[in-house]
């Protein structure tokens, strides 16, 4: 196992948990002015929390408290996961593929992350 002082977030995944929340908060932004607020806000809490989440991680003062925010990063990814994947079954929905491509990335390095951690 690393130490914490090791454990350096590669910032590529920063850079890319910022970059989706931006393009989520304009995604739910849309989804508000077609008054689908129950899902905008969904999207909102739960796409907004892998950046958060992933940041906070940065600055943890035990490895316990680092694998906890990576860890509680992929789930809200997964939970966004279930929304886009909802509004992309509706061709009344706003066209989200490439969030689902951004998200899926997202999820892909910080799987790597906490398996190189390890």
């Not at 849309?30 to 999207?43: A, D, P, T, Y």
């Not at 892998?50 to 943890?60: D, F, H, L, M, R």
Request: glycine share 2%.
């Amino acid at each position: 196992m690393m130490n914490l002082d090791e454990k350096i977030l590669d910032t590529s995944l920063t850079n890319k948990t910022f970059d989706f929340t931006v393009s989520i908060i304009n995604y739910a932004a849309e989804l508000q002015k077609q008054n689908r607020f129950i899902i905008g806000n969904q999207l909102l809490k739960c796409g907004t929390a892998i950046g958060a989440n992933t940041k906070e991680s940065e600055n943890a003062k035990s490895e316990s408290v680092f694998f906890t925010k990576l860890e509680t990063a992929i789930k809200e990814a997964t939970e966004t996961q279930h929304w886009l994947s909802f509004c992309s079954s509706r061709k009344d929905y706003p066209n989200c593929e490439d969030l689902q491509n951004e998200l899926a990335e997202i999820i892909n390095i910080l799987n790597k992350t906490i398996e190189t951690a390890k």
